[in-house]
């Protein structure tokens, strides 16, 4: 029978640690993976990390002390420089009893990161949603979604520019929520929030896609607008319009499965014809206020344009790069 004995807060010193790493380990504990020391080895070096919880489950009968949680933890504070040891620091001691490592092993071992109680991506969000009343109506999945297109077009950028110093910072997807620090994302997350729960709205779901709209979004909001509306609402009256068309290849190629770079091929192609013919049909003249009509649409809130990078403030540590 698996029972909890006792939990204490304990003095973390390296000593401690090296002795709970050293420690026999239950039988099925997880491999020991050099990514996941890596994410606590960073947090060390840059002061982010927190007093660790650590189990140990002793079995009745011979006394024998295993280590049942902690693994991970434990291994980055043996391995870490002295400058980088915590200091002051206490840890969560749980000391647990079982009968048997068969039967009770497995019902200890969910006690610990079991996959239906951690908090994920679309949980954390809402950490930043919470920041601005402009966004706090918006889905956590769809700001999580958009916020990973976001990401795809910095790396796009980033792999454009040739100086090393103007790259973009793109952080990984657990921090993809400092995307909403800055201004123009939140603007351009509102403004594709209209679209959810329309005709083509799976479309949504396709980050890399999404990164070509933000794209043209970017440079010209408003035939963005107009072009977008249009597909996702499927509201243009000629079948054969390039919104119209677009809407049959994507759906297409979603039936088929295919790859990321095949729907933006699509998109380009099509958004490229419909700006030409525009271009094409209307010949500017001096009185002409813009070069091209557009569909009139809801009233969006002006939003300010700002470059394309969070601000320096709201970056990820190096090591999360």
């Known amino acids: 029978m698996l029972t909890q004995k006792s939990i204490n807060l304990v003095p973390l010193t390296r000593e401690f640690a090296i002795k709970h790493y050293s420690m026999p380990a239950m039988d099925g504990e997880r491999e020991l993976k050099a990514s996941r020391v890596a ?10 990390f927190l007093s660790p919880v650590w189990s140990i489950a002793i079995l009745r009968g011979t006394g024998q002390v295993y280590r049942a949680d902690g693994q991970h933890t434990s291994c980055a504070l043996t391995r870490i420089p002295d400058e980088y040891f915590p200091v002051a620091r206490n840890i969560a001691y749980r000391v647990y009893e079982i009968d048997s490592i068969e039967i009770d ?23 930043f949603l919470a920041r601005h009343p402009d966004i706090q109506n918006l ?12 990401a795809y077009y910095l790396r796009d950028l980033g792999r454009r520019e040739t100086d090393p110093t103007k790259r973009p910072v793109v952080h990984k997807t657990q921090d993809h929520g400092i995307y909403l620090e800055n201004p123009t994302y939140r603007g351009f997350a509102l403004w594709l929030n209209r679209w959810c729960g329309t005709r083509n ?27 977008w509306d249009w597909y996702f609402t499927e509201g243009h009256h000629e079948a054969d319009h390039e919104t119209r068309l677009l809407s049959v290849a994507l759906n297409k190629l979603h039936l088929n499965r295919a790859k990321a770079e095949d729907y933006r091929i699509a998109v380009k192609k099509h958004w490229n014809r419909f700006c030409r013919a525009l271009k094409t049909e209307i010949k500017p003249t001096k009185s002409t206020k813009r070069r091209l009509p557009l569909r009139k649409v809801e009233a969006e809130p002006s939003l300010p344009f700002m470059p394309p990078m969070p601000p320096a403030g709201n970056r990820s540590p190096a090591k999360y790069r």
């Open 39 to 48: 994410i606590f080895t960073a947090l060390l070096e840059t002061g982010q």
């Open 139 to 150: 889905s956590r999945k769809f700001t999580v979604e958009t916020m990973a297109a976001v």
């Open 201 to 227: 709205a799976w479309l949504l779901r396709r980050p890399a896609v999404i990164a070509e709209v933000l794209s043209q979004w970017m440079r010209d909001p408003e035939l963005a607008t107009t072009f």
């Open 105 to 127: 092993g497995p019902t200890l071992f969910l006690q610990f990161d079991n996959n239906l109680s951690a908090r994920q991506n679309v949980d954390y969000i809402g950490v």
